[in-house]
């Protein structure tokens, strides 16, 4: 059974702190992906990555950074939390293939910055 | 104009009831189609799946996808309370798309 997990459930954080996200998979997964969810505008895209080391740009990556160090860890980096970043984080992950691979998403990070 | 638009209800029936959960999209490039449910608190997970454009059951599940319209769709037979969740539609061209999501709650 596919398990990604998320560091924190919650998280409230201060305008300009640097925060970190985490997120693991246990199933080998070579595809790692951020979203954050926000109602009314669905899920969308920060950041991604094919393997280890490396990242691609998502539809919103603007004040986001991210690391994949190791395969089964993908890390989401607001560098100076802003208030318009309080959202929902989602991570997922994915097997290598043509895209059409099911995506299997943790439980979510509801950060709050005040 | 959102590549997907999706109502974003809430939409609330009675147990038994036939929902119908829609999607349209305007980019006629995308291939795949998904549906997703996502539980209150939990992350979202895949339901069903398609490519083609016509039908495709799954149980109590039939996903629609009408390529010349641009329209997808979901129903869900004899509702149950245990289907309340938020049901999102999914595009896949190289990455996916997603609607915002439509709330559902079937009352006993």
């Known amino acids: 059974d596919v398990k990604v997990t998320q560091s924190s459930r919650y998280l409230v954080k201060r305008t300009g702190e640097k925060v970190f996200l985490e997120c693991v998979q246990d199933m080998d997964h070579e595809n790692m992906f951020w979203y954050r969810q926000d109602p009314g505008l669905g899920l969308r895209l920060i950041y991604f990555?094919?393997?280890?080391?490396?990242?691609e740009k998502g539809d919103i990556p603007e004040g986001y950074s991210v690391s994949r160090e190791k395969k089964e860890r993908f890390s989401l980096i607001l560098e100076s939390a802003s208030t318009n970043q309080t959202s929902m984080y989602l991570c997922a992950s994915s097997l290598r293939g043509r895209g059409t691979e099911t995506q299997y998403f943790g439980p979510g990070t509801r950060l709050l910055v005040l | 104009q959102k590549e997907v638009e999706q109502d974003p209800g809430p939409l609330s029936v009675p147990e038994g009831a036939i929902v119908s959960l829609n999607c349209t999209y305007s980019?006629?490039?995308?291939?795949?189609f998904m549906w997703y449910r996502q539980y209150s608190r939990k992350g979202p997970e895949l339901l069903m799946y398609?490519?083609?454009?016509g039908n495709k059951e799954d149980g109590r599940f039939t996903a629609q996808v009408d390529k010349s319209s641009k329209y997808i769709s979901l129903f869900i037979r004899d509702s149950q309370p245990s289907d309340s969740a938020t049901y999102l539609c999914?595009?896949?061209?190289?990455?996916?798309?997603f609607g915002q999501g439509t709330i559902l709650t079937v009352h006993p």
């Open positions: 398609t490519y083609s454009s």
């Open positions: 980019n006629s490039a995308f291939q795949y």
């Open positions: 990555s094919y393997d280890v080391k490396m990242k």
């Open positions: 999914a595009m896949l061209r190289g990455k996916l798309t």
